[in-house]
């Protein structure tokens, strides 16, 4: 859609028309102005609105992080935690102040249970190939009970 410029000659195009360059042009710097305008004050509402509610924030997060790395919600992990009766899949230990972390097989992404951090930690390094479970079993029947080392006091 056109329309003559009488006062100078020009034959224009309509300029809210999408296809033309000057308005899209003007429209982004339009854009990108109300956006400078009122970040800082968006910004300082949210900083404001974790600082007073840190749990609910926290608890968001993770939801969240549930759903984009294992495709599980909230009630998915309580039916597992509840399936393990709130232990450890390996140890059995009660987890002190803190979730049990998520156990799945990298390659297929399927969740074999919950466990500890050390749990976790330890299987991680296993299953990487960063140690071997012969060389630890060989280990332990060398050494079954440890050696008992004695602190020496200290000096004051």
């Given amino acids: 859609m056109a329309y003559k410029d009488y006062q100078y000659g020009l034959e224009l195009a309509c300029f809210k028309n999408a296809n033309n360059p000057i308005w899209r042009e003007n429209r982004r710097k339009s854009r990108k102005r109300s956006y400078y ?13 974790r600082k007073n509610n840190k749990e609910k924030v926290k608890m ?4 969240a992080r549930l759903k984009y790395r294992f495709g599980i919600n909230e009630k998915d992990y309580n039916l597992i935690l509840k399936k393990q009766k709130g232990r450890c899949a390996i140890c059995k230990k009660l987890p002190l102040n803190q979730r049990l972390d998520i156990d799945h097989n990298h390659t297929t992404g399927i969740i074999r249970g919950l466990l500890c951090r050390g749990c976790n930690r330890f299987l991680g390094l ?4 960063r140690y071997d479970t012969k060389v630890i079993n060989a280990y332990f029947k060398k050494n079954p009970l440890g050696r008992k080392v004695k602190a020496e006091p200290r000096k004051s």
Wanted: no cysteine; aromatic share 14%.
């Fill in 37 to 49: 305008k009122y970040h800082h004050k968006n910004l300082e509402k949210a900083k404001l609105y």
């Fill in 126 to 129: 296993l299953e990487n190939g």
């Fill in 60 to 63: 968001t997060n993770w939801k």
